[in-house]
């Protein structure tokens, strides 16, 4: 997608501090992190919404949340962690392809 700022930075085009990568998803830190530590979990297909989900692009959220079930250890978050999809203006999404925040490091508030 042009002018899509996480597909730039899957493609390798602007810098992410990334912590992990494979043939479906990209997980690197948050900019402006909300938590001690916060990742954000991006797939490598562009799409922006969960309404856009058809079976494959289902099975790819659900093979992102096992890998993050499968490395939160060695990403900082062995104590517990937030999982959150923002979807839409009411949740303060600003960009338009879909990612999960990972959020932890430190006890967190609602
Ligand atoms: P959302 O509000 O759910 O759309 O989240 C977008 C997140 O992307 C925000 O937490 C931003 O801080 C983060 N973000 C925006 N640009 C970058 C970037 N270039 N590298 C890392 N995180 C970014
Ligand atoms: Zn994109």
Known sequence: ???CIFCKIVAGEIPSAKVYEDDKML????IEPKAKVH???VPKEHFAFLSEADDKRAALIGSMLQTVGAHYKEWGLEEGYRVVINQGENAGQ???HLHMHLLGGEVLGW
């Not at 997980?27 to 948050?30: R, S, T, W």
């Open 1 to 3: 997608m042009d002018n």
């Open 94 to 96: 600003t960009v338009m």
């Open 39 to 41: 990742l954000l979990c």
């Open 27 to 30: 997980v690197f830190k948050d």
